[in-house]
């Protein structure tokens, strides 16, 4: 099982981007999705999730601002940003919780790779 994210970019103050995560492989059941960010020099930080009920739940600085939805025929999440901030470049990084096909593999979490987003004039 392999998480592809797609999206970003550099985008002005005030502008917006949108992010794209497909889960790929044997999967039998996705539960929680989600999108995190790292910042240079700052931990990783939570900014939106979505249960598979489609309950979603957003940091409070993106409130507002960012939309996540997931489309569980196809296996992705997406996250739709806009007025954007500079305080919003980070790298972003999906994540799903997953129990695959494969006998013996346990439900685990997995991650994409990384797509930076930068947010300057």
């Known amino acids: 099982v392999q998480l592809q994210a797609s999206g970003g970019g550099l985008v002005q103050p005030g502008g917006s981007l949108s992010l794209s995560c497909t889960a790929r492989?044997?999967?039998?059941?996705?539960?929680?999705m989600a999108w995190y960010r790292q910042a240079p020099g700052k931990q990783r930080e939570l900014v939106a999730d979505i249960s598979s009920a489609d309950t979603s739940n957003y940091a409070a600085s993106v409130e507002g601002r960012f939309t996540i939805s997931r489309d569980n025929d196809k296996n992705t999440v997406s996250l739709q940003m806009h007025d954007l901030k500079p305080e919003d470049t980070a790298v972003y990084y999906c994540?799903?919780?997953?129990?695959?096909?494969?006998?013996?593999?346990?439900?685990?979490?997995?991650w994409g790779q990384g797509t930076q987003v930068t947010v300057s004039s």
């Open positions: 492989g044997s999967i039998y059941q996705i539960y929680d």
């Open positions: 994540y799903a919780d997953i129990l695959p096909w494969d006998i013996g593999v346990k439900r685990q979490d997995y």
